[in-house]
């Protein structure tokens, strides 16, 4: 599989994490603040390094954390996502979105986990002790591997019995027998 990367955007600290097959964990946050400008001028700059991260590591496919839509800072968010599909659908990156709940759920085994908690977790899966990581990062390591999953299940390089029952629940059909991301082309992903 190639490399797929896992992001969690913010104007203020958008979280990424690379997935790839070398033992190194690459991962890191992109933070601007008003005093780099007016929004436009910061949704430039964290699209500008998005662009960078995606053209060093030849990313073709990305995992986003779904915004949360009722947030007090939606429209600035909306307008970021805005950015970065734009980055997206010329360079023919495919996407698929993951909903908070479900980032919870696979991490800790509770959908409304706190922050905190998704943080512990990935700290434990990686053997972190002393390492920093924010719940950006953290949420983004997740994203980055569901991402990978479901990307290998729609390419055919995995089936569905190689998932575990929680990636079911978010690919194929989830608890109320609703369909899963696998059924929600240009909705839960996009092939650009």
């Not at 430039?44 to 998005?50: A, L, V």
Request: hydrophobic share 40%; net charge positive; with cysteine.
């Amino acid at each position: 599989m190639r490399h797929v990367l896992g992001c969690d955007l913010s104007m203020t600290s958008f979280g990424w994490f690379l997935h790839d097959d070398k033992k190194k964990n690459t991962y890191g946050r992109f933070k601007t603040t008003p005093l780099d400008g007016i929004d436009i001028k910061r949704f430039m700059i964290q699209r500008d390094r998005f662009v960078n991260i995606i053209n060093d590591c030849k990313i073709e496919y990305i995992g986003i954390e779904q915004p949360f839509l009722k947030s007090f800072n939606t429209e600035k968010l909306y307008a970021l996502h805005q950015f970065i599909l734009e980055v997206c659908y010329t360079r023919h990156i495919k996407i698929v979105y993951i909903t908070p709940a479900q980032i919870k759920q696979f991490a800790t085994g509770n959908g409304r986990a706190e922050k905190n908690e998704v943080v512990f977790k990935t700290k434990k899966v990686l053997g972190f002790t002393r390492e920093k990581l924010n719940n950006d990062e953290a949420d983004a390591y997740w994203v980055g591997i569901l991402a990978k999953k479901f990307w290998q299940l729609y390419l055919g390089e995995i089936q569905e019995s190689d998932l575990t029952e929680a990636e079911r629940l978010i690919f194929i059909k989830n608890k109320s027998k609703k369909p899963g991301i696998l059924y929600k082309e240009n909705d839960s992903f996009y092939i650009f």
